[in-house]
């Protein structure tokens, strides 16, 4: 497997725009997280999904922030609009429904709002 | 989950083996230990993970004393490659989400 692929790795746009993230999880794991991360405020948990299905998005900053899953191999977070404080890296990650393996992360997509 | 405590950063030289102290005082029964590594540029990647005493790998050893309010995470002989934040989470079994500190960062110096 090729691991938790995410597009893009760079994403630079202006403020109000929108900008969707994309993620493709690993084939088989139940689980899918999104996360952000800056230097002032570290790896922040934005939402989980379990089965598809959301489970806990009270990290999620705000209502211009919206995820979906509509498939087990796919996933998007959508910023709209986007503000220049949203700049971040954004990283997805997926692990199996076992309490005892780790999660696997993506390399991350870097977002410059300008 | 617990709230776990761990140095900002250190420094340590080639060759040396690097022991990483973290606290996590109010740790519950069903809790595990778990350590990420981060690299620069890169998504965290797991490291090891332990409920008590030892647990080795090929990268990692994970020290946990009987009490469990700390581990001790034990990279032997660094590299430079090494140079990376490393964080200690608490993670409850059931497959709950990773909450993240702020971690240590290591400096591995030639």
């Known amino acids: 497997d090729a691991g938790v692929i995410q597009s893009p790795r760079h994403e630079v746009t202006e403020m109000g725009q929108e900008v969707t993230l994309r993620c493709k999880p690993i084939s088989g794991h139940d689980y899918l997280f999104w996360y952000r991360q800056t230097m002032m405020r570290g790896l922040e948990l934005l939402i989980y999904?379990?089965?598809?299905?959301?489970?806990?998005d009270s990290g999620m900053p705000e209502d211009r922030f919206s995820a979906k899953m509509p498939n087990a191999s796919f996933s998007t977070l959508k910023i709209q609009p986007s503000e220049p404080r949203d700049s971040a890296v954004y990283f997805c990650?997926?692990?199996?429904?076992?309490?005892?393996?780790?999660?696997?992360f993506g390399q991350g997509t870097r977002l410059t709002v300008v | 989950l617990a709230k776990t405590t761990q140095p900002i950063s250190m420094d340590s030289y080639e060759g040396q083996e690097v022991n990483i102290t973290c606290s996590h005082n109010?740790?519950?029964?069903?809790?595990?230990i778990t350590w990420y590594q981060q690299f620069p540029s890169q998504g965290p990647r797991f490291i090891i993970q332990g409920y008590k005493t030892k647990v080795t790998n090929e990268v990692a050893s994970l020290f946990i004393p009987a009490d469990r309010k700390s581990s001790t995470l034990s990279l032997p002989r660094v590299s430079l490659s090494d140079t990376a934040v490393y964080y200690c989470l608490v993670v409850r079994s059931g497959n709950t989400p990773l909450v993240f500190g702020k971690g240590t960062r290591l400096s591995v110096i030639a």
């Open positions: 990650a997926s692990s199996f429904n076992q309490g005892a393996i780790g999660a696997f």
């Open positions: 109010n740790i519950a029964t069903n809790d595990y």
């Open positions: 999904f379990n089965n598809n299905v959301p489970i806990d």
